[in-house]
Each structure stands twice: as structure tokens, then as C-alpha cells.
């Protein structure tokens, strides 16, 4: 049976929200929500409402919408402040209230229904309410007390950052949403600020702990720390104060929760999950919480139902918008390391920084903007990002689209065939401006499964010589690059599809493993050998006779794969490598036979053909390599002469704990790009042209290798130009090709229908 008497523990936006929906769905409800504040009480200034929430808002209360329509400030311009320079961007379609004025039309919107609204009254605790009530709303915060009283039921993880931040407000109005950036003795400081009304607007101040510290606010009382801020941005606030409610330095929390109801008590807003300030989501997704919890209980004949309902409906858009938030607070922790970018390029990269903003829809919000940052970029007039060519030593690629190493596990005895020939040759036509091949080995012993491919004979550099020379021939202007590397204490398994990493199934069949160390992979996998010197000096030389071999057939490119916990990748994790000589230890002990391996290889390796480095930029693991790890590793291959590093994360040990989304292995290599001063090649859930020239275009990474979707469309590159209108040198279509140059038209796409419809 729906519930029919609901408590509602706070009065913040959410629990009011939620109220008033489902006492309007069903007006014999009984409601009753607890506030332990005042009606006017509220933490903050100003709120920022998406025109897709305010949409939810009109088809299911038209009088909480028209109300708040009244009172709305709507822009579309964001500034960005640096260095003395102001750059805009328009389109953004901003809509912003009061805090205290959107409680105060959700109040009377309350008391209009006949929810009773309890002020300055501690609600029972949730255990209590849930045996006189159906149902338990905990809207109560990020601080919330239901969700700590029964933790061992939601399961809430809490993660504290690193930026201290204090939410003031101006007592005037912004023309634009403004971001400015100090740079002060003490380090950088950053102000968000943007109106609520037509004469005052939020301002937050931000920055590191460290600087936080050392510029003396650790010890200065609010006064203080507000008139230090307002000197600090004196030229954004036109030398006008600030003011202060309930405010006081905080760092940022992010809750997640593995679950959001326990019996008859559900979680939402703040006390099921947050995302960072700087995205403008924590009201936003308290509403939509309400809206979706009130429409799962009108939709569905339970209680229990609903809220299972409920919670699958809200988790993954909630899950998006949390991994759009983490991506823009590392910006704002981490924003020294782009303070030295061109001035355009700064704020676009800005403008980007959570993935949810890209280089496609800017281009439609401000066309304008977006040329100008093109143009300092050095894009030729017309040409995507994407399609700029780029310079690896004597290697230029006609455009930053990389076919990432893939393994195929196809060849016999090594040797590829027919299959590689037309796989890579495939996607060479397919307009990438550089084709890697899977991880070839060194060695019979060195394979991973009895199809990985190999260069330890003749045989196989002629096979590999034939597919060279059909990628040169057939597409002239793409490069073609060759994976070394040895699988280590990963090899000797079956085919992926047999079973990823399993050992082979015939005793007789498997070959003995080596690693730096006597560790295995998995608890079935094969005990490596711990390699002595002798054969570290012999391996070392299986790596040298291989690379020359490459030469010969042609490859214009050379990676050495230190990565994925295969042979090299284990010498530099600390997890993998516990040897006590000179190999193991330190961080540059672990570095030693990695580096002379790259050392032998660059020394027979063409001097006007790049190398490049795939590293595992982080383990995943406690006590393993992380990012601060990465981008020594990195300095230490530039150091010796790599051309870029290619990276990647993971895959060393079996207890790894990745964090997947999209583009997320992509801050490793944007760290280590703007840290380690070195070009860089970002690998990891990058499927789509726009992510590319955004990524590209902000400077987080100079090429991008993609690898599922070349396995989708061959032509993926191709068809990114066709798709964007380009037919420029970036991206050329095989003679035989060019009928099919055009994108084809497409049907029409409905739009969603809203969430939850109910008469006015």
C-alpha cells in the first residue's frame, strides 16, 4: 500500500520539494516535516537551477515553477579572470535565485497543500519514525544524522579534499558568471561568484590547505578572513566588501553511499550524495531526488517498490553528475599546474573541466569564443582540433588520432597473418594519424598467449615488413608503431576469450614465466622465476635484437610497453618488484632495468624515429605506484631521450580497484603533460571526436589513442571528419573511398518525454 503518513527529517529545498510533490499527488497524506533551524535559516546565498530541472519543475508543480519564474535572474555569459585578462563565453543559459527566497515559495507552497512544517524542532530519530510512519524522508544534509545513525545499513563513504573554501555574498550583481584567479605570495586563490538577484551575488573563495595556511586563515577570525578576501579581489568586486551568513572555512566533502533506504527510510540530497560547488548540482539533485522519489511512489503499489525504483532511476544520473564534480574540483585543486597555459587556452580548458561542457557544444553556445581559442591554438582556418598536425622527431602525423595497441591473439608462433594484415591495414585507411600494433614480444617465453605475435625471427619481421609496407603504400600520411614488449609473470595463459589471464588448460602446453620478483599474478597462475642478472643482460638483448628487426621493416614509431604489469610495468611497482639488489628498492632502483632497456633499444632505434613510453600511471592498489609515482617515471623517460609517454593505468595487480568512467585514465596523462613537461598520449574510455579535440584543445594531452571504437568502426576518423564537415589534409579518404565521404542522413530522435506530468 502507498505510504500514507510521512515523515520528512529537514527543510532544506529537497525534504520542503519532496513535501509538497507528494502531498500534491495525494492531498489525504498526512506529512510532517522537522527542521531544527528557523524558517530563515540557511547556509549559503545563492542558488543555480538547470533549465532541464526547472522543465521537471513546471510539468509537476506549475505553481512552485511560475512562482519561481518570478523571482529568477537568468545570464548566459561566463568570465574568466587571469592575469589581467578577461576572456567571455556566452550561451550558457544561467538561472539563479536566493537560497532563503526559494525556501520562502517552497514553504508557502507547503503550508498551501497542508504539509506540516515543524521549525526549530529536532526531529526524532529515523529508528522512531519508521514505526509510526510508512515512510521516512532524510533530507538532512550532508552532515546527516540518519545516515550516521544507521551507516552500518547505507554504507556512506566520505571523502574529504583538499581546497578550503568560504561561501560570502556582494551586495551587488555580476553581469556574468566569474571566475578570477589570484595569484598571490602565499600560492593561488580562486573566485566563483555569480548573481541571485538583481543587487547581490554569491562569491566563493577557494583554495589549497598549504596556501590557505600560509596566507594566515588558519588563524584569522571570519571578519578577518572576509576583509582579507575582498582585498585579495578587490578588481572583481569593484573594491566592495563582503558579507558573511553562517559562513566559515570548509573542505569540501564527497558522500557516496552503497545504498539509499533501509526499510521504510530513504536518503536523499546531500544525505545520499554531493558533488562539488563548482558544477551547481547539490540543489539541483536534491529536487530532482524529490521529483523522482514522489513519481516512483505514485507509479508504483509499494512502498518497497518505489523506493527500489527510486534509487535504480537516480543512481547512475547521480553517478555522472558526481564523476563531472570530482572532475572539476581536481581542476580547482590542481589549478597551478595550467597557470602558464595561453590565456584562451586557460579558459577554455576551464570551460571543460568537469567533461560535461565540450569543444562541440561551446562551439554552438560561442562560436566566436571558440575560434579565438582554435586560432591561438593554431588550428588552420576550418580545421578541428583533432585534424592539427603533430611532430614526433622526423615522424608528422597528420592529424592527434591514435589506434591504440590492441592484442589480437591471432598469430601462429608469433607470425602475424591475413588477419593482422587486414586488421591494422584496415584502420590505416581508416584516416588515424598513427597505427599501433598489439604488444609484440620479444621472445617465445616472453608471449602472453600462444596467439600473441612476435618479433624474435626472420619470419616474423618479413610478415611484419608486408603489413609496413601496405600501410605506407595504401595510406600514405599515416604512421605505423610497434609495441615491444614481455609479458613476465602475466604470460603463459589462454586466448582472452578462453579466459583472461587463466593458464593454459595442458600442463605440457604452458612455459615457465619470469619477473622481477617470485610473485604471482593470480593465486592460478604460475610462480615466476625471480630473473637473475645474466638474464636480465639476456632479456635486455632479446629487446635490442627485436628493435632492429622493427627497423628493418619499417615501423615509424617504437613503444616500449612498461605497463599493464607485463615484464617492465612489474619492475616499477613496488607490489611487483620486492627484490633486495640493485634492481629493487627505491623508486629509482625499480626504475634501473626499465630504463637500460630503454637505453639499449634507443641506441639501435633510428635517431630520427620516435620512441615512446606506455606506462600504468597508477596501480589501483594501496601501496602501489600513484600519480606522484607517474610523473617521476615520465621525467625519467624524457630524461633518457622518450618522445612522449603513452598513458595508461592498472592492470598489476589482480586486487586492483579501478575507478572507471569516462575519459578516466585521462588526468594521469593531463598531469603528467603539465608536471613533467613532456608530450603526452591519453588512452582510456575517449570514444567520441568531440571528447578528442576538447581534450586536444585544453592542453590536457597532445594525441589520443582509442581502441573499442576502431573495433567498432575502422573508419572512425574518417567519419569524424565527415561528421564535422572537415575534408581537409587531416584526414584523407582512400580514392575508392571518397563516395562514402559524406554522413549519411539519419532518422529523427524523439525527445524524453518529463519525468513526472500532473494536472495544473
Not at 641 to 652: E, K, L, R, Y
Request: glycine content about 10%; proline content about 6%; hydrophobic content about 40%.
Amino acid at each position: 500500500m502507498p505510504a500514507q503518513r510521512i515523515a520528512v527529517i529537514g527543510g532544506g529545498p529537497g525534504g520542503l520539494y519532496a513535501a509538497a510533490l507528494l502531498k500534491r499527488l495525494d492531498p489525504g497524506r498526512e506529512i510532517t516535516v522537522w527542521e531544527r533551524n528557523a524558517p530563515d535559516d540557511t547556509f549559503g546565498f545563492g542558488v543555480v537551477l538547470s533549465d532541464e530541472t526547472l522543465g521537471g519543475i513546471e510539468h509537476a508543480d506549475p505553481a512552485v515553477y511560475a512562482a519561481l519564474q518570478d523571482e529568477f535572474v537568468r545570464w548566459d555569459d561566463i568570465d574568466i579572470v587571469h592575469r589581467g585578462l578577461r576572456h567571455t563565453s556566452g550561451g550558457h543559459g544561467f538561472a539563479a535565485l536566493g537560497r532563503r527566497r526559494l525556501l520562502e515559495i517552497l514553504q508557502s507552497r507547503c503550508r498551501g497543500l497542508g504539509v506540516d512544517l515543524r521549525f526549530r524542532t529536532e526531529a526524532p530519530p529515523a529508528a522512531e519514525l519508521s514505526a509510526s510512519y510508512d515512510l521516512v524522508v532524510a533530507a538532512d544534509g550532508v552532515n546527516s544524522r540518519t545516515r550516521a545513525a544507521h551507516a552500518d545499513a547505507f554504507g556512506p563513504h566520505i571523502e574529504e579534499h583538499r581546497n578550503r573554501y568560504i561561501w560570502l555574498a556582494a551586495d551587488f550583481a555580476f553581469d556574468a558568471f566569474r571566475f578570477e584567479i589570484a595569484e598571490t605570495g602565499h600560492g593561488v586563490m580562486q573566485l566563483h561568484g555569480y548573481p541571485f538577484d538583481a543587487e547581490r551575488s554569491t562569491v566563493i573563495v577557494e583554495m589549497r590547505e598549504e596556501v590557505w595556511r600560509a596566507a594566515g586563515f588558519a588563524d584569522a577570525d571570519v571578519r578577518d578572513s572576509i576583509d582579507t578576501c575582498a582585498k585579495i579581489f578587490a578588481d572583481a568586486l569593484g573594491g566592495r566588501g563582503l558579507t558573511s551568513n553562517n559562513s566559515a572555512w570548509l573542505t569540501f566533502r564527497t558522500v557516496v553511499n552503497d545504498r539509499w533506504s533501509h526499510g521504510n527510510v530513504v536518503l536523499i540530497g546531500d544525505a545520499a550524495h554531493t558533488a562539488h560547488f563548482s558544477i551547481g548540482s547539490g540543489t539541483k539533485l536534491a529536487v530532482e531526488d524529490a521529483l523522482a522519489l514522489a513519481a516512483c511512489l505514485h507509479e508504483h503499489p509499494t512502498t518497497e517498490a518505489a523506493l527500489k525504483e527510486y534509487e535504480a532511476e537516480r543512481r547512475p544520473v547521480v553517478a555522472s553528475t558526481q564523476r563531472a564534480a570530482r572532475a572539476s574540483l581536481a581542476w580547482f585543486e590542481e589549478l597551478g599546474r595550467y597557470l602558464d597555459q595561453p590565456p584562451r587556452q586557460f579558459a577554455f580548458n576551464l570551460l571543460t573541466r568537469s567533461r560535461r561542457v565540450t569543444h562541440d557544444n561551446l562551439r554552438l553556445r560561442d562560436p566566436g569564443f571558440t575560434e579565438s581559442v582554435e586560432r591561438e591554438f593554431g588550428c588552420p582556418e576550418g580545421t578541428p582540433p583533432m585534424f592539427t598536425p603533430f611532430r614526433l622527431r622526423g615522424l608528422a602525423l597528420r592529424n592527434r588520432v591514435v589506434v591504440s595497441p590492441m592484442d589480437m591473439y591471432s598469430a601462429v608462433d608469433g607470425v602475424p597473418g591475413d588477419f593482422h594484415l587486414v586488421h591494422l591495414g584496415a584502420r590505416a585507411l581508416g584516416g588515424a594519424g598513427l597505427v599501433m600494433t598489439e604488444m609484440v614480444c620479444v621472445s617465445p617465453e616472453g608471449r602472453i598467449t600462444p596467439g600473441c605475435a612476435g618479433l624474435y625471427t626472420d619470419e616474423q619481421a618479413g610478415a611484419w615488413t608486408r603489413i609496413a609496407d601496405f600501410v605506407h603504400a595504401q595510406s600514405p600520411g599515416t604512421g605505423i608503431g610497434l609495441q615491444l614488449g614481455h609479458s613476465g609473470r602475466k604470460g603463459s595463459t589462454r586466448l582472452m576469450w578462453e579466459g583472461m589471464d587463466e593458464p593454459l588448460p595442458d600442463p605440457d602446453a604452458n612455459w615457465p614465466v619470469v619477473a622481477p620478483s617470485a610473485l604471482r599474478y593470480k593465486p592460478d597462475n604460475q610462480l615466476p622465476r625471480e630473473l637473475s642478472l645474466p638474464e636480465l643482460a639476456a632479456i635486455r638483448e632479446e629487446f635490442t635484437a627485436a628493435a632492429r628487426r622493427a627497423a628493418r621493416a619499417g615501423f615509424d614509431l617504437l613503444e616500449l610497453h612498461c605497463a599493464h604489469g607485463y615484464l617492465l610495468s612489474s619492475f616499477l611497482s613496488p607490489l611487483t618488484n620486492r627484490r633486495t639488489d640493485a634492481y629493487g628498492g627505491s623508486p629509482e632502483a625499480r626504475l634501473k632495468f626499465p630504463l637500460e632497456v630503454f637505453d639499449a633499444v634507443r641506441e639501435v632505434w633510428p635517431e630520427d624515429r620516435p620512441m615512446t613510453v606506455r606506462i600504468s600511471a597508477t596501480d589501483w592498489a594501496e601501496g602501489g605506484l600513484d600519480g606522484d609515482d607517474a610523473v617521476a617515471v615520465a621525467r625519467a623517460f624524457a630524461a633518457h631521450g622518450a618522445d612522449a609517454i603513452d598513458v595508461s593505468t592498472g592492470q598489476v595487480v589482480a586486487e586492483e580497484r579501478p575507478a572507471y568512467g569516462r575519459s578516466y585514465q585521462v588526468p594521469y596523462a593531463d598531469r603528467i603533460r603539465n608536471e613533467a613537461g613532456v608530450p603526452v598520449i591519453a588512452v582510456g574510455a575517449i570514444s567520441s571526436w568531440d571528447d578528442v579535440n576538447s581534450l586536444v584543445l585544453a592542453g590536457r594531452t597532445d594525441l589520443c589513442a582509442l581502441g573499442r571504437p576502431h573495433l567498432y568502426d575502422p573508419h572512425w576518423t574518417l567519419h569524424a571528419a565527415a561528421e564535422q564537415g572537415y575534408a581537409g589534409p587531416g584526414a584523407v579518404w582512400p580514392a575508392p573511398y571518397r563516395a562514402g565521404s559524406r554522413r549519411p542522413q539519419t532518422g529523427r530522435l524523439d525527445a524524453p518525454k518529463p519525468r513526472l506530468v500532473l494536472p495544473g
